[in-house]
Nanobody, 123 residues
Framework: VQLQASGGGLVQAGGSLKLTCQFS????????MGWFRQAPGKERDFVAA????????DYTDSVKGRFTISRDNTKNMVYLQMSSLKPEDTAVYYC???WGLGPTALRDEYRYRGQGTQVTVSS
C-alpha cells in the first residue's frame, strides 16, 4: 500500500483547500482512512477519519463544521475539504490507512501513512 497526499498550499485565513490522497494497492474498500496533521514542534494529531463504506465519519473537535472527509471507492481516493481555515490549521497533513471498518482516531491503528502535504494559513 502506498499513499500520496496532495493539494496543500498557502491560503489566507478564512480560505479553503481540498486535500487529496491517492491510495495505491489492493483492497482499498477494506481500509478505513484518516487524516492527521503535524505542526512544527508538535506531535502528529488526528484530524478526521472515514469508515471503509463511507457511512461514518469522525472529526477532532477543532475542525468540526469546517472540514469534511470523503472517499471515492471507485477511484481509490480520499479527500479532505477544508473551509474557514485558521492560522492554527497550519501543518503538514498526512493521510493514513487502517485495515478495518473504522472510523478510528487512534494513530497507532493505522498501518500505512503517506508522505504529507504542507498547508500554510496566513493571518
Amino acid at each position: 500500500v502506498q499513499l500520496q497526499a496532495s493539494g496543500g498550499g498557502l491560503v489566507q485565513a478564512g480560505g479553503s483547500l481540498k486535500l487529496t490522497c491517492q491510495f495505491s494497492g489492493r483492497a482499498f474498500r477494506g481500509y478505513s482512512m484518516g487524516w492527521f496533521r503535524q505542526a512544527p514542534g508538535k506531535e502528529r494529531d488526528f484530524v478526521a477519519a472515514i469508515s471503509l463504506s463511507a457511512d461514518a465519519t469522525d472529526y477532532t473537535d477543532s475542525v468540526k463544521g469546517r472540514f469534511t472527509i470523503s472517499r471515492d471507492n471507485t477511484k481509490n481516493m480520499v479527500y479532505l475539504q477544508m473551509s474557514s481555515l485558521k492560522p492554527e490549521d497550519t501543518a503538514v497533513y498526512y493521510c493514513a490507512a487502517n485495515w478495518g471498518l473504522g472510523p478510528t482516531a487512534l494513530r497507532d491503528e493505522y498501518r500505512y501513512r503517506g508522505q504529507g502535504t504542507q498547508v500554510t494559513v496566513s493571518s
